[in-house]
């Protein structure tokens, strides 16, 4: 399985993107997704995840948006009201079955990560 992931960018607080994660190998309605990012000296942390429902860190609810288009093969992460503290690198992940996982070892396959960058 792989995955790219893109749509990152410069943006200003309050701006929104939309970032996408192309998969291939195998049909993304095998998969649950998910979107991590890690910020400079930080930890990898989970932002999102879908399955057959979808569920967000507290930090992101509310303005960030996952979804999926299995016609496509894609999973999307739509960020709205952005702000400072989300400017990080943002990856998509992928795990067999039909469960999501809010931890980072949780998921076998990554994207190669795009950065977000908020500018206050």
């Known amino acids: 399985v792989q995955l790219q992931a893109s749509g990152g960018g410069l943006v200003q607080a309050g701006g929104s993107l939309r970032l996408s994660c192309a998969v291939s190998?195998?049909?993304?309605?095998?998969?649950?997704a998910g979107w991590f990012r890690q910020a400079p000296g930080k930890e990898r942390e989970f932002v999102a995840a879908?399955?057959?429902?979808?569920n967000y860190a507290d930090s992101v609810k509310g303005r960030f948006t996952i979804s999926r288009d299995n016609t496509k093969n894609m999973v999307y992460l739509q960020m709205n009201s952005l702000k400072p503290e989300d400017t990080a690198v943002y990856y998509c992940?992928?795990?067999?079955?039909?469960?999501?996982?809010?931890?980072?070892?949780?998921?076998?396959?990554w994207g190669q990560g795009t950065q977000v960058t908020v500018s206050s």
């Open positions: 992940a992928a795990r067999s079955g039909p469960y999501a996982s809010t931890s980072y070892n949780g998921y076998a396959y």
């Open positions: 190998g195998r049909t993304a309605s095998h998969y649950a």
């Open positions: 879908i399955s057959g429902f979808a």
